[in-house]
């Protein structure tokens, strides 16, 4: 009896030292079900290949680096997603202000075609995380263009998550 208490012991004390009892940094699993359910709203939207890419203990929260493609999961017209191009109208070029805005009533139908796209396809706030990413370089692939299933751009952020009794959340 005494040994199997104290081989018990030896065995808890060697399972904490090797960290046998859970991960001693986060995992990109710490932030993927966040991700998920943060892209969730935005039905034409998925975030998949989450990845983390570095790391740095920050002392009172652990700073992690993640990676991941945002794609479209079905096909949009450009014409929805982006709304249209239209020439620019300047309000002196017309004899009256109702012909001005009588030329512009189509860009107004169009941007509201567009409003409307988003507001039942990708609402707030995954609306203002997706034009967030519009300074990347990889938006550009996709701008202005039809889009189809399968289509996306990879993105990197930064995550601050703390150690909790029950794992890693996401923080600050």
Request: with cysteine; proline share 6%.
């Given at each position: ?5 104290l081989g018990g012991l030896v065995?808890s004390?060697?399972?904490?030292l ?5 991960p001693?940094?986060?995992?990109a699993?710490d932030?993927?079900?966040?991700l998920?359910e943060?892209?969730a ?6 975030p ?6 570095n790391?740095?203990d920050?002392?009172?929260f652990y700073?992690m ?7 479209f ?8 997603i982006w709304?249209?191009e ?11 202000t ?6 512009m009533?189509p860009?107004?139908k169009?941007?509201?075609?567009k409003e409307?796209f ?6 707030e706030?995954?609306f203002r995380?997706?034009w ?7 938006f550009?692939?996709v701008?202005?263009k039809?889009?189809?299933?399968g289509d996306?751009?990879?993105v990197q ?7 909790t009794?029950?794992g890693w959340?996401?923080?600050?």
């Open positions: 009896m005494k040994y199997s208490v065995l004390a060697v399972a904490l090797s960290g046998c009892l859970g001693s940094l986060p995992e699993k932030v993927a079900d966040g998920r943060g892209w709203p935005c039905k034409m939207l998925r998949v290949g989450i990845k983390k890419t790391g740095i920050r002392g009172d700073q680096e993640v990676e991941y493609r945002l794609e999961v079905k096909d949009v017209a450009k014409e929805d709304g249209q239209f020439p620019e109208l300047i309000p002196r070029d017309f004899p009256s109702k012909e001005y805005f009588a030329a009533e860009q107004y169009a941007n509201k075609r409307q988003w507001e039942m396809n990708c609402p706030p995954a995380n997706f967030q990413f519009s300074t990347l370089p990889q550009k692939t701008y202005g039809d889009v189809k299933s996306g751009f990879d952020v930064v995550f601050h998550l703390v150690k009794e029950k959340i996401v923080g600050r």
